[in-house]
């Protein structure tokens, strides 16, 4: 089994445990290891003695310690390390939404701005329809891409308003 280790934020710094090997920037390094309790290990390279910590940080992630001092880490197997090389990894995907008009009507008035950020359910403009005022919400999280509608404009049903991402 190949596992991937992501070491803090860097990229540079990826571990790569594949068969029992150990690679390291590319480079297969050799390391004498011992396990210590569960989540300790006693880690000697070139004559220098490592202790070394696995725990749950802050949100669950986890955090690998050495000698007292902790980074975050991303562990990936063969799946995710694949789904990656795809192109079909989570943070990959983005989602763009388009916010469209439910009846024909007029734009009475636009409530946000480009490139605000928006919460699920906040109100995004006013749309009059059969003499009545509808707030038009956002139906997600995100931020807005694209305003395609202005104040006193008249839309059809499923008309595209804004552009959210």
Same mark, same amino acid.
């Given at each position: 089994? @190949?596992?991937?280790?992501? &070491? #803090?934020?860097?990229?540079?710094?990826?571990?790569?445990?594949? $068969?029992? +090997?150990?690679?390291?920037?590319?480079?297969?390094?050799?390391?004498?290891?011992?396990?210590?309790?569960?989540?300790?290990?006693?880690?000697?390279?070139? #004559?220098?003695?490592?202790?070394?910590?696995?725990?749950?940080?802050?949100?669950?992630?986890?955090?690998? /310690?050495?000698?007292?001092?902790?980074?975050?880490?991303?562990? $990936? +197997?063969?799946?995710?390390?694949?789904? +990656?090389?795809?192109?079909?990894?989570?943070?990959?995907?983005?989602?763009?939404?388009?916010?469209?008009?439910?009846?024909?009507?007029?734009?009475? $008035?636009?409530?946000? +701005?480009?490139?605000?950020?928006? $919460?699920? /359910?906040?109100?995004?403009?006013?749309?009059?329809?059969? @003499?009545?005022?509808?707030? &038009? @919400?956002?139906?997600?999280? #995100?931020?807005?891409?694209?305003?395609?509608? @202005?104040?006193?404009?008249?839309?059809?049903?499923?008309?595209?308003?804004?552009?959210?991402?």
């Amino acid at each position: 089994m @190949k596992l991937n280790i992501q &070491i #803090g934020q860097e990229p540079e710094n990826e571990v790569i445990l594949d $068969k029992g +090997d150990v690679f390291f920037q590319g480079k297969k390094i050799e390391l004498d290891i011992w396990a210590k309790g569960k989540q300790g290990f006693h880690v000697l390279k070139d #004559g220098k003695s490592y202790q070394v910590e696995v725990r749950t940080g802050e949100n669950q992630n986890l955090e690998l /310690g050495i000698n007292g001092e902790f980074f975050p880490i991303r562990i $990936k +197997d063969s799946l995710q390390i694949l789904l +990656d090389n795809l192109g079909m990894s989570e943070t990959k995907v983005s989602t763009i939404q388009q916010i469209k008009a439910p009846m024909p009507g007029m734009i009475l $008035k636009v409530m946000v +701005d480009n490139g605000a950020s928006v $919460k699920a /359910g906040e109100p995004l403009l006013i749309l009059e329809a059969m @003499k009545m005022e509808n707030i &038009i @919400k956002a139906s997600s999280a #995100g931020f807005i891409q694209d305003i395609l509608i @202005k104040p006193g404009q008249k839309v059809e049903k499923g008309q595209s308003l804004v552009t959210l991402g």
